[in-house]
């Protein structure tokens, strides 16, 4: 280990100290928890999502799965080095794209349910297009894009045209897929690898991230400023999903926990836990009524709870091994799970 430097400790300390001072503020102008208000609110119906189909193919870990637009066909990216597009109606696979790299983290289906766009351990993002077809019937390949110094950790499209990405470099970078080329990047969006993004529902201009480095950050693609940090977790924020009213997002993270925050009060109004807290959280997703948040965890369930109440809720149990990757049907009536146990499960 090297020797600690005197200086970085005490500028560690005064970043802390600053970050408790924040809290504390914040705090001071809550006027009441989210418990309080929700009081007089009837307790929810237990959620009794069970697997409508389980979606066999993959012959290695499931890293990411993916909702489309259309709440129906869904893609999942494993270890074994392909992509499918599954119909999670029938259970049948659509498509099966084989990568160039095995090592892949996060996938992404364009809104249109046009494009799919995949990457990881290969360093950059890779676009097919799904309507049409390259030389051995696959979906084709339009697009390679280069120039990250580390792993691609998350992917979304905005639409068929652009591509917002973050990766293990700490970059955020916004991709013009016409022209091939990044149209705009931010060198040091956190102080970690960002792990996940989410887009606002209405705004499409607006979308937060988390980091290795315990923050979320809101952020504005027009002018890529960081608008708003978020603290509070003590771990990786493996997971970001907005609120489908635009004014909050939940996180799931590595420190054992899932959290509700509030943009308009800037900060951090529920915090949701597991009755066994064990396992840390790798994925999580809200319904689109916002009333129940899930989230996938290393325990090899889904835990539910009541936002509102902040009562845990139930969990949702049939994976064998650490449920990787979340997905909640923009329609709100299914949820798909990816897992390393080479399952994808569809829950109705």
């Not at 209405?202 to 608008?227: A, H, M, P, Y």
Request: charged letters at 25%; one cysteine or more.
């Amino acid at each position: 280990m090297p020797p600690k430097d005197p200086e970085l400790i005490a500028l560690r300390k005064e970043l802390e100290d600053l970050i408790a001072k924040c809290q504390q503020d914040q705090k001071s102008k809550q006027d009441k928890t989210i418990e309080e208000i929700s009081n007089g609110m009837a307790d929810v119906p237990k959620c009794k999502l069970a697997t409508k189909k389980m979606l066999k193919g993959h012959i290695n870990k499931v890293n990411s799965v993916h909702y489309s637009g259309d709440s129906r066909h869904a893609v999942s990216g494993s270890l074994d080095g392909k992509l499918i597009i599954w119909d999670t109606w029938t259970g049948n696979k659509v498509q099966v794209i084989p990568l160039r790299s095995a090592w892949v983290m996060s996938v992404a289906f364009a809104p249109t349910g046009n494009f799919v766009a995949c990457g990881g351990m290969d360093n950059m993002c890779t676009v097919y297009d799904l309507n049409n077809r390259d030389s051995n019937g696959g979906a084709k390949m339009i697009r390679e894009l280069l120039g990250y110094e580390g792993f691609l950790s998350s992917c979304r499209f905005v639409d068929d045209k652009t591509l917002i990405t973050g990766s293990g470099d700490m970059k955020l970078c916004m991709w013009d897929l016409e022209a091939g080329k990044r149209s705009s990047e931010v060198e040091a969006a956190h102080c970690g690898d960002v792990v996940s993004l989410s887009l606002a529902p209405e705004d499409q201009n607006i979308f937060v991230t988390g980091s290795v480095d315990k923050t979320c950050k809101l952020w504005d693609r027009r002018e890529l400023k960081c608008k708003q940090v978020f603290f509070g977790h003590e771990a990786d924020v493996n997971s970001v999903c907005f609120h489908n009213s635009g004014y909050g997002f939940s996180t799931a993270s590595e420190d054992k926990s899932a959290r509700l925050y509030d943009i308009r009060s800037d900060q951090q109004i529920a915090m949701y836990k597991p009755p066994n807290t064990t396992s840390g959280f790798t994925s999580c997703g809200l319904s689109v009524s916002g009333r129940f948040l899930l989230a996938g965890s290393d325990d090899n369930s889904v835990h539910v709870w009541d936002t509102m109440k902040v009562q845990h809720n139930g969990t949702l149990n049939g994976h064998e091994n650490r449920v990787t990757s979340l997905s909640v049907s923009p329609n709100g009536m299914s949820v798909v799970t990816s897992s390393w146990d080479m399952n994808v499960r569809v829950w109705v």
